[in-house]
């Protein structure tokens, strides 16, 4: 029992197995990319994630922690496997479902007695049983009839706080009908049970919904009020205070609502999308959340209406970007406003260079690598005739040499104390969009910048 494989060994399957070999299990991390297994079987982690390596290294050196490229011998591992693969969104904004059910097919194929299979993917309603259904058709044909449960445990980490959240969680949900699997999943969360983690149980349509509905409700949230702060840009109030305020009610909380550039990430944007396509299924009208995804999109068309607003015609202008990741402490860039906002400045005839601490080789390996891009460090100014869009820079201060404008997207704390006496005299223009809200208007213009928030 104190066995469990992992099939997908990505930002979820490898915080949740390497958290799971630190309450002691023996875990076999399974991957069909291998590379990535590669890079983890050399000692090097295949993503960015605080206080990952540190766990990562303790317990592969110590043997717990082990990977694979080999589904049979994951299968084989455990009694208890947890499918943790990506759930893309299709172009209809559904959830893509075909890694799910690959992996459900090869556990079948593979499996030789009783199994527990818990998707940890974010799934659609009605996925556990389709799962199931699939896993009936290998064995069926395989001539074989062992007995197997579903689970579906969604998981809430948020990344750049993986770790702390899956040791320190709100809830664990387990939704199964088998008695057999709910005791199997309590003691492999018992280490959490023991701090009076809450465990909610319940069927398996309801936990897939619950993840859904959490993640809908989050996006909400941060929709709501950045459509306050454009209100407050109009009428000239202040959405800090106003968000500080609101979350003073107990009703409401203060956690996500903070304005800004729109949410992105792996997440909230194909989550909400696939809610919208759940309710078409069903014949429900999700009319909230249609209004989240569309009002998301308007808002990161906005910061480029304020940029436009403030500098006018962008051509020939060089444009400074801090923060390419959807957010501080990942090197995730998934949905990342900053792709769509420079994408749009270099449209509008900027060239912008960008710096982020830890998510450059991930932007110039999937956002920008069709993109005419060079490092800093060469001239830029005997690039000017050129076609060149993107300089990626190696800190804030070479972004801010012969910038005409700084536009902080991410809130990484090496941003939020700059030296803006420095950064001005480096800049060729005067302009500071601060689309997170981490300066004080007053401080920034005090040292010669036109400033320009999110609702303040
Ligand atoms: N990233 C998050 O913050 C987060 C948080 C909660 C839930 N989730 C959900 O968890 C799931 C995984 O997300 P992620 O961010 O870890 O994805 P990811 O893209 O980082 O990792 C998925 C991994 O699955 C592997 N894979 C695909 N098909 C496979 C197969 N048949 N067998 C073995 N491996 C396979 C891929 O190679 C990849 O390494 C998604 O459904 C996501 O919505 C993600």
Not at 84 to 89: F, N
Not at 320 to 347: M, W
Request: with cysteine; hydrophobic share 40%; aromatic share 10%.
């Amino acid at each position: 029992m104190n066995t469990v494989s992992i099939i997908g060994t990505g930002y979820v399957g490898l915080v949740t197995g390497t958290c799971l070999s630190e309450f002691g299990m023996n875990v076999t991390c399974m991957d069909v990319d291998e590379r990535k297994i590669e890079k983890l079987k050399e000692g090097i982690l295949p993503i960015y994630e605080p206080g990952l390596e540190q766990l990562y290294e303790k317990n592969y050196s110590s043997g717990r922690l082990k990977f694979s490229t080999d589904i049979k011998e994951a299968v084989d591992y455990s009694t208890i496997i947890f499918i943790a693969v990506g759930t893309p969104p299709m172009e209809d904004g559904s959830a893509d479902l075909q890694y799910v059910l690959s992996a459900a097919r090869s556990i079948a194929e593979n499996m030789d007695g009783y199994k527990v299979i818990v998707n940890k993917s974010t799934v659609p309603v009605g996925t556990g049983k389709r799962v199931k259904s699939t896993i009936e058709k290998v064995l069926c044909r395989r001539k074989v009839n062992y007995k197997f449960d579903i689970v579906s445990n969604p998981e809430f980490l948020r990344e750049g706080a993986a770790v702390r959240d899956f040791m320190h969680p709100d809830r664990i949900v387990i939704g199964t009908e088998s008695e057999e699997a709910k005791n199997i999943m309590r003691n492999i969360y018992n280490v959490l049970y023991l701090i009076d983690t809450p465990f909610v149980f319940t069927n398996l349509e309801t936990a897939e919904l619950i993840k859904y509905a959490s993640n809908a409700f989050l996006a909400t949230k941060i929709g709501f009020i950045n459509e306050i702060a454009n209100l407050c840009d109009a009428i000239g109030a202040n959405v800090n205070d106003v968000s500080r305020a609101m979350g003073m009610d107990g009703r409401i909380g203060k956690y996500f609502l903070h304005a800004g550039p729109g949410f992105g990430g792996s997440c909230f944007p194909k989550d909400t999308k696939a809610l919208v396509n759940i309710g078409n299924e069903y014949d429900t009208e999700m009319s909230i959340v249609k209004s989240v995804v569309s009002s998301n999109e308007n808002q990161k068309r906005f910061m480029i209406e304020k940029i436009l607003c403030a500098m006018g015609d962008l051509r020939g202008k060089v444009i400074g970007v801090l923060g390419l990741a959807f957010k501080p402490e990942t090197d995730d860039i998934r949905e990342a406003p900053a792709l769509s906002i420079i994408n749009e400045l270099i449209k509008q005839g900027a060239r912008v260079k960008v710096y982020d601490p830890i998510a450059m080789d991930n932007a110039r390996k999937y956002a920008f690598y069709e993109m005419k891009s060079i490092d800093a460090g060469y001239d830029f100014k005997s690039h000017v005739g050129d076609d060149v869009s993107l300089v990626y820079c190696s800190d804030e201060y070479q972004v801010a040499e012969d910038a005409h404008a700084i536009v902080i997207v991410t809130e990484w704390n090496q941003f939020r104390n700059m030296d803006l006496l420095k950064m001005k005299s480096l800049m060729r223009g005067n302009f500071f969009f601060d689309l997170r809200n981490v300066y004080e208007r007053s401080k920034v213009e005090k040292c010669g910048f036109i400033y320009t928030g999110v609702g303040r």
